[in-house]
């Protein structure tokens, strides 16, 4: 069952100044809101609001986004595929809150984030969202368990006990006999699943993953995919993903391709 869309799909796009002109590129449409509806505490709801955005990029105009609108259910595992410079991950930073609109709104869960502070909407993405990297981002100094219980220290939270999530986190990812061990000391594969225990400790409604397994072998990868997966199917953790990667296509609940900055 789904959430309904109502209203016109996102347009963001990126248009061509006059030479002489102020530069700005006006970036105008509609962006994502996540919602979780409190009549249906099941269902994750993403939806659009009106938002633009503007870009100086001299003379030059490129399409970012344009005619974007789609709904994830809580539970969903999500693929936004397309090849490099598509939108894939402009529209994971629209849905993650990290891109700002220049007028307009986006809402999550109700709050207006346009009109939060930069350290508010910190506090939120906090709380309501989970990030997976390309390239990990792991602190190399911190161990696997630090690492993992970074976010809970600089966001405290109440309800469980801090040590109890880290350490519940790690066995989700098979990695509690490497708590110890720094990031230098692990394989790739164990970085991106300490990665995704980092992702899930705050128990987020939400898990956005970047390219999860560009940087991993096949075998490996295969693997990420494997645990992600499981975690959705096991323990309804809603994923949406921008990748390449055939495998991840392939056992989505879904696959969003987006080509010039248009869903297809």
């Known amino acids: 069952m789904w959430g309904a869309i109502s209203g016109p799909p996102i347009s963001l796009t990126r248009q061509a100044t006059e030479e ?35 870009y100086r990029l001299g003379n030059v105009g490129v399409t970012a986004l344009d005619d974007v609108s789609f709904s994830v259910a809580t539970g969903e595992f999500v693929a936004i595929a397309g090849p490099s410079g598509s939108g894939k991950t402009t529209l994971l930073n ?47 100094v911190l161990t696997a368990w630090e690492n993992v219980e970074y976010p809970l220290l600089i966001h405290p939270r109440e309800g469980r006990d801090r040590r109890a999530r880290v350490a519940a986190a790690l066995e989700q990812v098979g990695l509690r006999d490497r708590a110890r061990h720094r990031p230098p000391e692990l394989s790739g594969g164990q970085q991106q699943r300490v990665a ?65 900055g248009r869903l297809r």
């Not at 530069?23 to 993403?46: N, P, Y």
């Not at 992702?199 to 645990?227: H, K, Q």
């Open 20 to 54: 002489g002109g102020d530069g700005a590129a006006d970036l105008g449409g509609r962006v994502l809101l996540h919602e979780v509806a409190a009549a249906h505490g099941d269902f994750l709801l993403v939806r659009p609001a009106t938002a633009e955005l503007a």
């Open 94 to 140: 629209l849905i993650g809150c990290l891109d700002t609109p220049t007028s307009g709104e986006i809402r999550i869960d109700g709050e207006a984030v346009s009109a939060l502070s930069a350290g508010a909407r910190a506090d939120l993405r906090a709380r309501k969202l989970g990030f997976v990297f390309q390239t990990f981002n792991l602190i190399p």
């Open 196 to 260: 995704i225990a980092r992702a899930l400790v705050g128990e987020p409604a939400l898990v956005l993953a970047d390219e999860p397994t560009a940087n991993l072998d096949s075998a490996t990868g295969r693997d990420i995919v494997e645990l992600m997966r499981s975690l959705n199917r096991e323990r309804r953790v809603t994923f949406v993903f921008s990748t390449h990667d055939p495998r991840i296509m392939s056992v989505a609940d879904r696959l969003l391709e987006i080509s010039d």
